[in-house]
């Protein structure tokens, strides 16, 4: 009788290495690398773009970064588990991103500027070190076309923020170092503004910069401004040496914390208040609302009034919709942590006097210049209401310049009608000069001040201003 030999029952051992073992090996294997790898990617561009507009994250610098880290580090995180455990190429180096992006970015969102300035000077060369490997690590261990197509590209975006980064944080240190402040900086309330103030006489003459600008840019002004009475420059919240505030600067916010500068500055009024472009709108606001301390004004090609058709329409400081364009304009300065700003900045103010061209262009390089810049537009209706509550000047000194190139017929309505707030006005069409020429060009500068001391000499023998 022939026996049929009994096939032994496969040991634990030989079982892990047989068939079902490539089974399960080829199940786990199913995914194609590359859709991993740009799904992960998208994931986290995703994730940073959801986290930025999450309510528990507030609308600050600090935060927002720490959010957008926070969700790049999702991506990365979901490249290194996915390749691991459904393809046949692990990517474990993508969790080394994933930690170093995930912890920055908590901290920045717990603990906000103070980590800030810790991290300012280690996140250039640490993000610098840490691509040069993740690049040796995908070109060992990655083989797909998604390499070269999607990889590759983001490790060279860090790259160049790395060393934009690097740029900026060396360039703001010069700077510091060769612009120091003049004059003093002065809290008016959770935050503090720079206000410098030269000359002697009465009355004081205040400038006030247009949109995005700072004192410097009144470095012809100022100084002829002062050979003949006392004259007064500052910066508003986040610019120049500002520092930048946590409410909304409309007009009215503007004119109560210069108000305060004022007084706690020790510069007691009569003032004569000069203001160009978006500035206009500011010094009208504060003529409103502190009239009997204005005894002049000079509105130099100011940006025009509009009075709210239905007044209260205005969305108010701090509502969402504000919000989430507050959170947009955070984002958008974060560009100017990688320098971008610095390159650009070479290309202003170059009509200026030296010293006021480059503090001006080391103010335009400024991350925290940029946010309070947007925001400044963001408000822009609500300061032109605002400034439209000045209905009458009555018979004080009222000079008004308007630039003639760019000018047209309703700005020039415009600028007529703001020269009949007063019964006591000159209205000045410059034909020559451009908006910004006003202020930064020798030439037209020196038309304005000659304006501005006109006032200041209708105030002094209470005799009007003449055409």
């Given at each position: 009788?022939?026996?049929?030999?009994?096939?032994?029952?496969?040991?634990?051992?030989?079982?892990?290495?047989?068939?079902?073992?490539?089974?399960?090996?080829?199940?786990?294997?199913?995914?194609?690398?590359?859709?991993?790898?740009?799904?992960?990617?998208?994931?986290?561009?995703?994730?940073?773009?959801?986290?930025?507009?999450?309510?528990?994250?507030?609308?600050?610098?600090?935060?927002?970064?720490?959010?957008?880290?926070?969700?790049?580090?999702?991506?990365?995180?979901?490249?290194?588990?996915?390749?691991?455990?459904?393809?046949?190429?692990?990517?474990?180096?993508?969790?080394?991103?994933?930690?170093?992006?995930?912890?920055?970015?908590?901290?920045?969102?717990?603990?906000?500027?103070?980590?800030?300035?810790?991290?300012?000077?280690?996140?250039?060369?640490?993000?610098?070190?840490?691509?040069?490997?993740?690049?040796?690590?995908?070109?060992?261990?990655?083989?797909?076309?998604?390499?070269?197509?999607?990889?590759?590209?983001?490790?060279?975006?860090?790259?160049?923020?790395?060393?934009?980064?690097?740029?900026?944080?060396?360039?703001?240190?010069a700077d510091a170092k060769a612009y120091p402040m003049p004059g003093q900086l002065i809290d008016v309330g959770g935050h503090s503004l720079h206000l410098s103030c030269t000359g002697s006489g009465s009355p004081t003459v205040v400038l006030q910069p247009g949109a995005g600008e700072m004192s410097s840019n009144h470095?012809?002004?100022?100084?002829?401004?002062?050979?003949?009475?006392?004259?007064?420059?500052?910066?508003?919240?986040?610019?120049?040496?500002?520092?930048?505030?946590?409410?909304?600067?409309?007009?009215?916010?503007?004119?109560?914390?210069?108000?305060?500068?004022?007084?706690?500055?020790?510069?007691?009024?009569?003032?004569?208040?000069?203001?160009?472009?978006?500035?206009?709108?500011?010094?009208?606001?504060?003529?409103?609302?502190?009239?009997?301390?204005?005894?002049?004004?000079?509105?130099?090609?100011?940006?025009?009034?509009?009075?709210?058709?239905?007044?209260?329409?205005?969305?108010?400081?701090?509502?969402?919709?504000?919000?989430?364009?507050?959170?947009?304009?955070?984002?958008?300065?974060?560009?100017?942590?990688?320098?971008?700003?610095?390159?650009?900045?070479?290309?202003?103010?170059?009509?200026?006097?030296?010293?006021?061209?480059?503090?001006?262009?080391?103010?335009?390089?400024?991350?925290?210049?940029?946010?309070?810049t947007i925001d400044e537009y963001l408000q822009a209706n609500t300061s032109m209401e605002e400034a439209a509550s000045l209905r009458d000047f009555a018979d004080k000194?009222?000079?008004?310049?308007?630039?003639?190139?760019?000018?047209?017929?309703?700005?020039?309505?415009?600028?007529?009608?703001?020269?009949?707030?007063?019964?006591?006005?000159?209205?000045?069409?410059?034909?020559?000069?451009?908006?910004?020429?006003?202020?930064?060009?020798?030439?037209?500068?020196?038309?304005?001040?000659?304006?501005?001391?006109?006032?200041?000499?209708?105030?002094?023998?209470?005799?009007?201003?003449?055409?």
């Amino acid at each position: 009788m022939a026996i049929t030999p009994v096939s032994p029952l496969p040991s634990p051992a030989s079982e892990g290495n047989g068939p079902g073992r490539r089974a399960r090996q080829d199940a786990g294997a199913r995914w194609r690398i590359g859709p991993v790898v740009a799904s992960s990617l998208a994931a986290g561009l995703l994730a940073a773009l959801l986290l930025v507009a999450a309510p528990f994250i507030r609308a600050r610098e600090s935060e927002v970064t720490g959010a957008v880290l926070c969700g790049f580090a999702l991506g990365w995180a979901m490249l290194a588990i996915l390749s691991v455990r459904f393809t046949g190429q692990p990517q474990r180096w993508a969790a080394a991103p994933a930690v170093f992006m995930g912890v920055a970015g908590l901290l920045l969102v717990l603990f906000g500027a103070p980590v800030d300035r810790v991290l300012t000077w280690v996140w250039p060369p640490a993000l610098l070190a840490l691509v040069v490997w993740m690049f040796l690590q995908a070109r060992t261990h990655l083989h797909s076309r998604s390499k070269a197509w999607l990889v590759y590209p983001v490790l060279a975006m860090l790259v160049f923020a790395s060393i934009g980064g690097g740029y900026q944080i060396l360039g703001a240190a010069a700077d510091a170092k060769a612009y120091p402040m003049p004059g003093q900086l002065i809290d008016v309330g959770g935050h503090s503004l720079h206000l410098s103030c030269t000359g002697s006489g009465s009355p004081t003459v205040v400038l006030q910069p247009g949109a995005g600008e700072m004192s410097s840019n009144h470095g012809w002004i100022a100084p002829a401004v002062a050979r003949n009475t006392r004259v007064c420059v500052y910066d508003r919240a986040g610019r120049g040496w500002s520092e930048p505030a946590s409410t909304a600067q409309d007009a009215t916010q503007i004119a109560t914390d210069l108000h305060t500068l004022l007084q706690r500055g020790n510069v007691p009024g009569p003032y004569v208040l000069a203001g160009h472009s978006f500035g206009g709108l500011y010094v009208l606001t504060f003529a409103a609302m502190y009239s009997g301390e204005v005894a002049g004004m000079v509105l130099i090609d100011s940006t025009d009034p509009a009075p709210a058709d239905k007044p209260g329409t205005t969305p108010p400081a701090g509502a969402g919709s504000y919000d989430i364009l507050g959170r947009a304009s955070t984002l958008i300065a974060t560009s100017a942590r990688l320098g971008l700003g610095r390159l650009y900045a070479p290309f202003e103010a170059a009509s200026l006097p030296q010293q006021s061209r480059e503090e001006v262009r080391a103010n335009i390089a400024s991350p925290i210049n940029l946010r309070s810049t947007i925001d400044e537009y963001l408000q822009a209706n609500t300061s032109m209401e605002e400034a439209a509550s000045l209905r009458d000047f009555a018979d004080k000194p009222l000079a008004v310049l308007t630039a003639g190139i760019g000018n047209d017929t309703r700005h020039q309505a415009s600028q007529k009608a703001l020269a009949n707030l007063s019964t006591n006005s000159a209205h000045k069409t410059i034909d020559w000069a451009s908006h910004e020429a006003l202020v930064a060009d020798q030439d037209a500068a020196a038309i304005t001040t000659r304006s501005i001391l006109d006032v200041v000499a209708s105030v002094r023998n209470a005799k009007p201003l003449a055409e």
